[in-house]
């Protein structure tokens, strides 16, 4: 029987021991916070839960357009230590579920932190010391696989460092006890985009610091746009600069920016990226080749450099996703237990940015598109569907992407409230290969959303030459 190790135990952890178990292998998880790792304890589902709560409050504040009485901001609030609760009973109960799930299916799962120590190079087997809450070892595995799913932690600022009263990462936001009288994020990635937008639908006045000229470089820039003008038009305040520190004063704190320029408020929110976990698993030693930004290197297959040994999810630096740590986890284990597998292709891979509206991507996007390439793109602002016009939703668009010769789907994006949900048939057709024709011969609900997505397909389709 396959032994197989896995250290960390979030989503690319549990998911790939519950491929491996599934496939008959002994499968040992070592985790040293919680099942469910960082995606289920503190970042993923801990935010989206909040972001749930303050998303209530747009929907209060927008019914008044509606026709709907008593929606007034003022007499609607949010109770911020039952929010709190709430966050971390899921996040809790999320854990013990997946964890009930691995240890049913045999799963065996062992507290602690991990570390290779293999002796020597080159060896077919691998050991793994699991090291306990005072540092001792509490014991040795021995294994033919071995799976580094250790996750990522927040980056810290020099000259920043959170106190976790006034200046916060994203991990601190459940501890405190009452709204942030002004909060200014640093940062306007995913993290910092996600939680400025959440703080101000709870009706925080907040102030995002945004190194870039457009707010979320990575994100399609018409979706930027709209982000950003949604943002200021509900009162938030966007301050181009970089911080180059954080001080606490008497009231709140002060963010200083490298140009000399300071940012008030009573609570800074660091959201500058984040730093893979590697140090202390013996991965220099044993062999594994790190990338210069201490990422570990992985192929498609999530083999790293060292047979036997793979890597998997946010340690790997490939797309920070629980949906691709996952994937990169479950594909380990097929590879390594002789399935047949499909290498991991990034072009398929959909993502979402949780913010009001919602930005939803899939495959190729417009800012990598190489000059003079065969791609028609369309883009149908949400102003122009029926279904948007009755709930007052103005802002956002479908976007499509499609080879001008074979009308191939190849992207999207959808800005939306509720473009997490929207983005999976295009998603479909990525995928699939299915083309705009494909789309537009759907039958999409009248009146919906979903129709600006046929509606675009139709836009994208050409005559038929041999009709
Ligand atoms: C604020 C925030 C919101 C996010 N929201 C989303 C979202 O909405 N959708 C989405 O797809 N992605 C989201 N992400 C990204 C997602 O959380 C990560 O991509 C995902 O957690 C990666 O899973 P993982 O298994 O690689 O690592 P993790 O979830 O970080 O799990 C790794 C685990 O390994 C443990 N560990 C580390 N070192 C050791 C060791 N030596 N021994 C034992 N255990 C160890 C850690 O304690 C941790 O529990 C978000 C990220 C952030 C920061
Ligand atoms: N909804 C989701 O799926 C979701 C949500 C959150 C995070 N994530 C993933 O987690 C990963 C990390 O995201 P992130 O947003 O935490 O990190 P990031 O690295 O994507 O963004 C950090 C931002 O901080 C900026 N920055 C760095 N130093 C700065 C400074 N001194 N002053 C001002 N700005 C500064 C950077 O320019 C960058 O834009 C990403 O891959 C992201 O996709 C996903």
Same mark, same amino acid.
């Given at each position: 029987m ?6 960390? &135990? ?16 002994e ?7 919680g ?53 971390? @009973? ?53 294994c033919? %696989? ?32 009452? =709204? ?8 306007? @990635? ?32 018409d979706?930027?746009?709209v ?7 509900? @009162? ?16 709140? %704190? ?28 013996n ?43 996952? =994937?990169?986890?479950?594909?380990a =284990?097929?590879?390594?237990l ?35 390439a ?13 279904r948007?016009? =009755? ?20 992207? &999207?994006?959808?800005v ?10 295009i ?8 083309? %705009? ?31």
């Open positions: 396959t032994r197989i190790v896995i250290i960390g &135990g979030g989503p690319a952890g549990y998911e790939a021991a519950l491929v491996a178990a599934s496939l008959g292998a499968v040992t998880v070592v985790e040293r916070d099942v469910g790792g960082a995606s289920v304890l503190t970042d993923c589902v801990p935010s989206k839960t909040f972001i749930a709560s303050a998303g209530v409050m747009t929907n209060v504040r927008d019914s008044t357009a509606l026709g709907v009485q008593g929606s007034e901001l003022a007499t609607v609030g949010i109770d911020l230590p039952a929010v709190n609760q709430r966050v971390k @009973g899921l996040a809790v109960a999320q854990s013990a579920d997946i964890r009930a799930r691995l240890v049913a299916e045999g799963v065996r799962v062992l507290p602690g932190q991990g570390r290779l120590s293999d002796e020597v190079r080159g060896l077919a087997e691998h050991r793994v010391q699991v090291v306990d809450a005072v540092g001792a070892v509490s014991e040795t595995l021995e033919d %696989v071995v799976l580094i799913a250790t996750g990522a932690d927040p980056r810290v600022l020099p000259g920043a460092e959170p106190d976790h009263e006034r200046i916060l990462d994203w991990r601190d936001v459940y501890d405190i006890q009452e =709204m942030p009288e002004h909060l200014v994020v640093v940062g306007s @990635g995913v993290t910092g985009a996600e939680f400025a937008s959440g703080y101000l639908e709870a009706g925080v006045p907040v102030t995002l610091v945004s190194s870039r000229d457009r707010v979320l470089p990575g994100e399609d820039s979706a930027a746009e982000l950003e003008d949604v943002f200021q038009s509900r @009162g938030g305040r966007l301050e181009r600069g970089r911080a180059a520190g954080v001080r606490r004063t008497e009231k709140g %704190v002060v963010v200083e920016l490298t140009d000399g320029r300071t940012v008030e408020g009573s609570h800074a929110l660091m959201t500058v990226g984040t730093v893979p976990n590697t140090d202390g698993l991965l220099e030693r044993c062999g594994v080749e790190l990338a210069p930004s201490g990422h570990v290197v992985v192929d498609r297959v999530s083999r790293t450099s060292v047979p036997g040994i793979y890597a998997a999810g946010d340690v790997t630096g490939v797309f920070q996703l629980a949906s691709v740590a996952a =994937m990169q986890g479950r594909i =284990m097929w590879h390594a002789g399935e047949a597998v499909t290498p991991i292709r990034l072009k398929t891979v959909s993502a979402n940015v949780f913010t009001h509206p919602e930005i939803a991507t899939v495959g190729v996007q417009e800012k990598t598109l190489p000059e003079g065969d791609i028609e793109v369309v883009r149908l602002p949400l102003a122009t569907n029926a948007a016009k =009755m709930a007052d939703l103005r802002d956002g668009f479908v976007k499509l992407f499609a080879r001008q010769a074979t009308g191939v789907v190849v992207g &999207g994006v959808v939306a409230p509720g473009a997490s949900e929207l983005i999976l048939p998603a479909l057709a990525v995928t699939k290969g299915l083309t %705009v024709t494909d789309l537009a011969q759907t039958f999409a609900i009248y009146p919906s959303l979903s129709g600006s997505i046929t509606e675009a397909g139709r836009r994208l389709m050409r005559a038929d030459a041999l009709a």
